[in-house]
């Protein structure tokens, strides 16, 4: 009976693991974590290795992302709802100019990011050119200072 439950949550964690490659945007060290915290010692005897588990997880989401359309105009660009949301699940883009704007700007951030930087007094502004997507001529980050 003992080895049906280990197996049984071994098959479960695995599933978390593929179904979280798929519907979330976790790196794939998140994934892995998250999903063996609730192991217990003889499960996470019976999972594949760190480096099968990172493997399984990069086959799934390159197999995923081949479905995005590379879009040639700014009209064309979709952002899929899972890129919407934070992995914690809270609203990410923040804000859209919409279709019809030949400038196109796209806001991203979530609640907790204004939160911390309203509380923190160092912010460190950039904008950058060169790592730019290629419709756009500009990308531009705002990052407080937390804990150094």
Not at 41 to 54: G, K, V
Not at 65 to 90: F, S
Not at 123 to 144: N, Y
Request: proline share 5%.
């Amino acid at each position: 009976m003992h080895l049906i439950n280990t197996k049984n949550d071994v098959e479960r964690m695995k599933a978390d693991i593929c179904q979280r490659a798929v519907n979330t945007v976790e790196r794939p060290r998140q994934i892995i974590l998250q999903s063996m915290s609730a192991a217990t010692l003889e499960a996470s005897q019976s999972l594949p290795s760190y480096t099968s588990s990172q493997r399984t997880i990069q086959r799934k989401q390159k197999r995923e992302n081949i479905a995005l359309p590379n879009p040639r105009l700014v009209q064309e660009i979709e952002i899929p709802d899972k890129l919407k949301v934070t992995t914690r699940g809270e609203n990410f883009l923040l804000w859209d100019t919409g279709e019809d704007d030949p400038q196109c700007l796209f806001v991203f951030c979530s609640e907790t990011n204004i939160d911390t930087l309203e509380q923190k007094r160092h912010w460190f502004m950039d904008g950058t050119f060169k790592v730019a997507p290629e419709l756009f001529m500009q990308l531009f980050t705002i990052r407080a200072l937390v804990d150094n």
